[in-house]
């Protein structure tokens, strides 16, 4: 199990965007073909003012490969463009720069189509962190979907068909996070959030056998079966079934045997 730190830009203050000569990303666009493109802005808390050297998080969802999240610092102009894989329908993602972050966006997308985004950086936002998970079977390294995970107690996500969650606005300190899924031993590890900072989380779990309840069947059935009568006879300690004709509403039987014994 592997807990890691993604280093960020170092603090800094809200900084004005001088240069205006950078190129319009709309002019870009071509260069996505016919997928899905997000224009995303970075600004301040006002919305006033652009914010370069910021870094975008963007985590792709509702894709069929396994992809990890995407970080990519904005230009000049606090812009950036993300061309969306084929097969990805949403997105989300968030700005950070120094201890500060954007609140978390959820973008629909779609194939041939253009979203501008804005992220506003809450420069005076309360204590927060976050977490990005990635959750694996410890032996084969497969990804676990519909894992449980809790903190402090409390369920508050569960992991997507890759294995992958994410955790927003957590309080900054130390948080115990735990991990339930059928199959596997439980996880209870110590993860410390720091404020405006993105934790990186590779977990694993351990499989483990199952236990049951034995399940027991029965069955009755008539000890009349068109005209028959069952005799269960008894040898060597095992149990046999045999069937008896009935003669005269009387039944005969067979040649002294050990143990028997009729059921009537």
């Known amino acids: 199990m592997q807990t890691r730190v993604r280093p960020l830009v170092p603090a800094a203050a809200a900084v004005l965007a001088l240069s205006t000569s950078a190129p319009r990303l709309a002019a870009q666009e071509s260069d996505c073909g016919e997928r899905a493109v997000m224009l995303v802005t970075v600004l ?41 894989p084929g097969d990805a329908r949403r997105a989300t993602l968030w700005a950070e720069l120094g201890d500060v972050s954007s609140r978390q966006r959820l973008v629909e997308l779609e194939p041939g189509m253009s979203r501008d985004v804005e992220l506003r950086l809450l420069l005076e936002s309360s204590a927060t962190g976050r977490m990005i998970g990635l959750v694996q079977d410890a032996r084969t390294e497969r990804p676990v979907a519909a894992v449980a995970v809790s903190l402090g107690g409390r369920m508050v996500a569960e992991t997507n068909r890759s294995g992958q969650f994410i955790l927003s606005g957590v309080p900054v300190g130390v948080h115990e996070l735990s991990l339930r899924s059928l199959g596997y ?35 009755t059935r008539s000890s009349r079966l068109g005209g028959q ?31 028997l014994a009729y059921d009537r």
């Open 44 to 84: 301040d808390e006002s919305g006033m003012t652009p914010i370069p050297g910021a870094t975008v998080v963007l985590r792709w969802t509702d894709t069929d490969a396994d992809r990890r999240p995407v970080r990519r610092e904005v230009d000049l102009q606090g812009r950036l463009q993300f061309c969306a």
């Open 185 to 219: 031993a439980p996880l209870v590890h110590p993860v410390v959030v720091s404020k405006g900072v993105t934790t990186d989380l590779e977990l694993g779990l351990v499989p483990e056998p199952l236990e049951m309840e034995p399940l027991v069947a029965m069955a």
């Open 229 to 259: 009568r069952l005799l269960r006879a008894q040898v060597l300690g095992r149990t046999h079934w045999r069937r008896h004709v009935l003669h005269g509403g009387r039944h005969r039987a067979p040649p002294a045997a050990p143990h």
